[in-house]
């Protein structure tokens, strides 16, 4: 079996900017990500989805460690100073490498 490394990276924000940060993906040069909705607790209080105004959602991106990186830093310039948010990079080791 065929493995190659790529970069996962993990975005756990609020749900209100959901459609922007598609949107700004999708500038970045994004292809692909899975968007799961998400709950717990951090500096920001506890984020229990219990209604819409606190609603968290965590976004996983697999890709070159380049566009990881890029993403990452665009996302911490934009939104780091009014959102709830954030993020990590983890090696992955993926098959169907074209995918990514």
Do not use: P
Not at 63 to 78: E, G, I, S
Request: with cysteine; charged share 30%; hydrophobic share 40%.
């Amino acid at each position: 079996m065929a493995v190659e490394m790529r970069k996962l990276l993990t975005v756990i924000t609020e749900a209100s900017i959901e459609r922007q940060l598609i949107k700004d993906f999708q500038q970045w040069g994004v292809t692909g990500y899975t968007i799961t909705d998400a709950r717990g607790k951090g500096s920001r209080g506890v984020r229990d989805a219990g209604w819409d105004v606190s609603a968290n959602i965590r976004i996983e991106i697999v890709c070159n460690d380049a566009l990881a990186h890029q993403v990452a830093d665009n996302m911490r310039k934009k939104y780091y100073d009014n959102y709830a948010m954030i993020t990590y990079i983890a090696d992955v080791e993926v098959m169907r490498s074209e995918k990514f």
